[in-house]
């Protein structure tokens, strides 16, 4: 376990050294220069290459990465060129919003895709089979922001039961925060549940083939005591992995969701950073939410490691 966990360890490291790389040299190639962006477009030359100077951006590219890096392993974002104040500051107060709509969304993903995907195994071929699986092909079909606009249209509009937009904050108390952010939480979760009931579906419909499941029934035990005892319980190592994914996923993709429901999250600091070309928040974040990603994926993998031996033996 201790080589196979150094191995993702170093992966890990390569992924994260590979990663800013890409993000760095991906925004520095980006039409448009900050300093003209801020001054406007009548600006002198002289106040555009000093304000480049204060900013940091008449350096070479290789010197302003390697600091960049360097700073960031200090837990030093820097200071956002719009702002001027530090992006690590206006990461912590945007987390508070992103990092509980993703976990809220994947609770409720989960609570939705389980009942969903066993029902539609213990029922293989039969018309609540279908029914799940059309509706599990119609929430992976529809994007999450038509939904984000139809609970707006039906919840906020129409019935009036949530606002359309915006987070009163957690200083509100806890049920305030989290009615803001139930209509997104639906929005992003009604996609991915939809994936995780079809992976649990077939997960479980693969373990109730198997031997030791008609040795289970053989021994006496009914199809639904087989089912929760034994079925479940093996079908569940694929279906944590996608969990653990579908919680990267959620804490980085929404972007789109956080603009329609205006909600001051990573995602919206990211769409305003682009917009005004501040690069130093775009690449900090961004950077962020990757780390994020890679590191999710490292626990997934050494979880399923320690529950299924067979994938130590394969490294």
Not at 4 to 27: C, E, N
Not at 67 to 92: E, K, P, Q
Not at 151 to 171: E, T, Y
């Amino acid at each position: 376990m201790l080589r196979y966990s150094l191995k993702r360890l170093m992966s890990l490291i390569l992924s994260l050294a590979v990663a800013s790389l890409v993000i760095f040299l991906v925004i520095e190639v980006a039409p448009g220069d900050p300093a003209s962006f801020m001054l406007g477009i009548n600006a002198q030359p002289d106040t555009v290459a000093a304000l480049r100077t204060e900013l940091g951006l008449d350096v070479p590219k290789t010197q302003r990465y390697l600091t960049w890096v360097s700073n960031m392993l200090n837990g030093d974002f820097g200071t956002s060129y719009t702002y001027r104040t530090s992006v690590a500051t206006m990461i912590a107060d945007r987390m508070w919003v992103s990092l509980p709509l993703a976990l809220y969304a994947l609770v409720l993903s989960t609570l939705i895709a389980f009942p969903a995907g066993i029902y539609a195994a213990a029922r293989r071929g039969k018309a609540g089979d279908m029914a799940v699986m059309g509706a599990t092909q119609l929430g992976v079909a529809v994007p999450n922001f038509w939904f984000a606009m139809m609970m707006v249209l039906v919840f906020a509009i129409n019935l009036r039961w949530f606002s359309a937009g915006g987070f009163v904050g957690w200083d509100k108390g806890l049920w305030a925060g989290l009615h803001s952010l139930t209509l997104p939480a639906i929005s992003l979760a009604l996609p991915q549940a939809a994936i995780l009931a079809r992976v649990m579906r077939s997960s479980l419909l693969d373990i109730l083939g198997e031997d030791f499941m008609r040795t289970a029934r053989a021994k006496g035990l009914s199809r639904r005591q087989a089912l929760w005892r034994h079925g479940v319980r093996n079908a569940m190592i694929p279906v944590l992995t996608i969990i653990g994914l579908q919680f990267s996923f959620l804490l980085a993709g929404s972007i789109i969701i956080e603009q329609v429901f205006y909600l001051p999250g990573l995602g919206r600091l990211v769409f305003q950073a682009i917009s005004s070309r501040d690069l130093i928040v775009v690449e900090s974040v961004v950077m962020l939410l990757v780390f994020a990603v890679i590191v999710v994926n490292f626990i997934v993998d050494l979880t399923y490691a320690a529950v299924d031996p067979r994938l130590r033996s394969r490294t």
